[in-house]
């Protein structure tokens, strides 16, 4: 799986959009991007995935640039409740041998007031 | 339907005693995987199961560690002679065969 760099903290005002940036320069055709994120005390969380297209869910949206080097999680209009570590993560849709994500050490972005 | 749930929430165990960590995965999830995560820092793969296909034990830090899956149900995670090392939050996380992961609320392991 291609390796991916995020900014180790980000801070967002609440109410404001939270846009947090991944770079994954070596991705390779077949690998997608997921982003996760992990409350203090609880397991991760899916949030969104994709190709190449940008993608719209309840949660967030994600933007993939054209060469598909780097990405956006964008959260519209955080809460308190968004403050977490955001992991990016790409891998391949591998037949049988398995689909094992391998986080990194995230984003911690944290929601003021 | 309910999420993928792990027990127990909490164990606290002496050096050197085994411990069963259980996960009961999201009905109908074919695929289940059990991950490490210390303080502070991210997850570790240890093992994945794949319907009724040979298991993924690549991430299986030493042969202390074992994990058994009954058909595409629920799994244990077996961990004899425990050693301070092995202190984590042990994470079990189900998926259809190429989907999204869906975590568990994690095992928070204590060896004393």
């Known amino acids: 799986d291609a390796k991916t760099t995020q900014p180790p903290s980000m801070d967002c005002a609440e109410g404001r959009a939270a846009n947090l940036p991944c770079n994954h320069s070596?991705?390779?055709?077949?690998?997608?991007v997921y982003w996760y994120r992990q409350i203090h005390s609880q397991g991760p969380q899916y949030i969104i995935h994709?190709?190449?297209n940008n993608e719209t869910n309840e949660m967030a949206s994600l933007i993939i640039t054209e060469d598909r080097k780097s990405s956006t999680l964008i959260l519209p209009h955080a809460t308190l409740r968004d403050t977490a570590v955001y992991y990016c993560?790409?891998?391949?849709?591998?037949?049988?041998?398995?689909?094992?994500?391998?986080f990194g050490t995230g984003t911690q972005l944290k929601v003021e007031l | 339907g309910a999420g993928v749930s792990q027990s127990p929430s909490n164990k606290v165990t002496e050096k050197g005693k085994d411990v069963e960590l259980r996960c009961d995965p999201i009905?109908?999830?074919?695929?289940l995987y059990w991950y490490r995560q210390r303080l502070g820092q991210g997850l570790e793969f240890l093992i994945y199961?794949?319907?009724?296909?040979?298991?993924?034990k690549s991430g299986l830090p030493s042969d202390r560690f074992s994990a058994e899956r009954t058909g595409e149900s629920v799994s244990t995670l077996t961990i004899q002679r425990t050693q301070q090392e092995d202190s984590a939050v042990y994470l079990c996380?189900?998926?259809?065969?190429?989907?999204?992961?869906?975590f568990g609320p994690g095992t928070r392991l204590t060896v004393t």
């Open positions: 996380a189900s998926s259809s065969r190429y989907s999204e992961q869906y």
């Open positions: 070596t991705i390779s055709g077949n690998e997608y």
């Open positions: 994709g190709l190449k």
């Open positions: 993560i790409v891998r391949a849709h591998i037949t049988g041998g398995g689909n094992k994500l391998t």
């Open positions: 009905s109908g999830h074919t695929a």
């Open positions: 199961f794949q319907g009724n296909s040979a298991p993924d």
